[in-house]
């Protein structure tokens, strides 16, 4: 049996990698560490609620006993860490906290790896460590090109910042001490679970309420659009048959404006409800976000040649998916009016949600 440590796997990614790898794997446990801060939610997990083969621990990356504690108990052979800040606009209103978890926390799980892992100068056979990281360190791209693991690191935000610098760390202790490690980068996500304060969540929450949807800028800020159980796949080949050491870019080749995003979401609910208030009336231009990356867009040559994952999913289909999910599972509405989320949203946008 493999046991992996799954970190942040209520959040969105992680609780869609969790259902993935239980559907696809008999013989495996996961051990799911969250902290369940506003992003991450328990109920995005009912449907293993009773599976034996995922334990749920609720609990910091940065507590340094309780992760230690866990590979004491479960030997681990491997940890796939989603655990993460990872919204820009928050991180610009208060970089310590991304610090904190992005880094500190990164630092926290691959020494308490190298610790239980490496003995007598020899590693446990088959163990990997592995770090989900952002198209975003790589900053902007012009019109032309596309990122690849080859691409200088130049992160323009603080969120982007605190990922670089989790990806720096996780390469040293690679090159210095040894420790078998993949990382992966992967471009916009979307599909089922994620929370409210994303664009396509927003977007879709707002319009069904018929409120105004906040566009940044001129919405021309284009971004390559990857459906989250593509990415999940990408993550478990990765993991799986990875070269140790490698760096994988996982993009989707889709790259839409934000604005074209915001009309297909129009459209959409709009005949799926029958409803005409819902329309481009809606759309409300805001001052642009400080720092705002204007283009990103994955080359995901390597992962393909080394690895043979492809995106499967077009986005005409996955944004419908990802859509109707949102129409019909309602539940999800109430963490968006959580207290911490309407003052986050009012000081943002100068309304409550």
């Not at 990698?17 to 997990?45: H, P, Q, R, S």
């Not at 459209?267 to 990356?293: A, C, M, Q």
Request: aromatic share 12%; with cysteine.
């Amino acid at each position: 049996m493999k046991k992996y440590l799954v970190t942040g796997g209520a959040g969105f990614i992680g609780s869609n990698f969790i259902l993935y790898m239980l559907k696809k794997y008999d013989d495996i446990l996961l051990v799911n560490l969250d902290k369940l801060t506003y992003a991450g939610n328990l109920e995005n997990l009912d449907s293993v609620k009773d599976d034996s083969r995922h334990v749920f621990v609720q609990g910091d990356i940065c507590d340094k006993e309780l992760v230690s504690d866990l590979f004491d108990k479960y030997d681990f052979d491997y940890v796939i860490n989603f655990a993460a800040e990872s919204h820009v606009d928050r991180s610009i209103a208060n970089p310590e906290i991304f610090v904190e978890t992005n880094v500190m926390g990164t630092v926290n799980l691959i020494q308490t790896a190298k610790e239980h892992w490496l003995c007598d100068k020899q590693w446990k056979k088959g163990c990997k460590y592995l770090q989900v990281s952002t198209d975003e360190v790589y900053g902007s791209l012009g019109k032309e090109g596309f990122f690849t693991e080859t691409t200088p690191i130049t992160p323009h935000s603080p969120y982007s910042s605190s990922k670089a610098s989790a990806d720096h760390f996780v390469r040293a202790f690679h090159d210095t001490y040894g420790l078998p490690i993949n990382i992966t980068r992967c471009s916009n996500n979307y599909g089922s679970f994620q929370f409210v304060e994303k664009l396509i969540p927003l977007m879709i929450y707002n319009a069904m309420n018929h409120k105004s949807l906040p566009v940044y800028g001129d919405g021309m800020q284009i971004r390559d659009w990857l459906y989250v159980e593509d990415h999940c796949k990408a993550i478990d080949m990765v993991c799986s048959d990875g070269k140790n050491g490698e760096v994988y870019n996982v993009g989707g080749h889709n790259e839409h404006p934000n604005i074209f995003i915001v009309k297909t979401i129009i459209s959409r609910l709009s005949e799926r409800l029958n409803d005409p208030e819902i329309n481009e009336n809606l759309i409300k231009h805001v001052e642009d976000r400080l720092g705002h990356d204007r283009r990103y867009g994955i080359d995901p040559t390597k992962v393909k040649n080394d690895l043979g994952w492809y995106p499967e999913t077009p986005f005409e289909l996955g944004i419908v998916k990802t859509i109707d999910w949102y129409l019909d599972n309602p539940v999800w509405v109430e963490h968006v009016t959580s207290g911490d989320y309407q003052n986050y949203y009012e000081k943002m946008y100068g309304s409550k949600i």
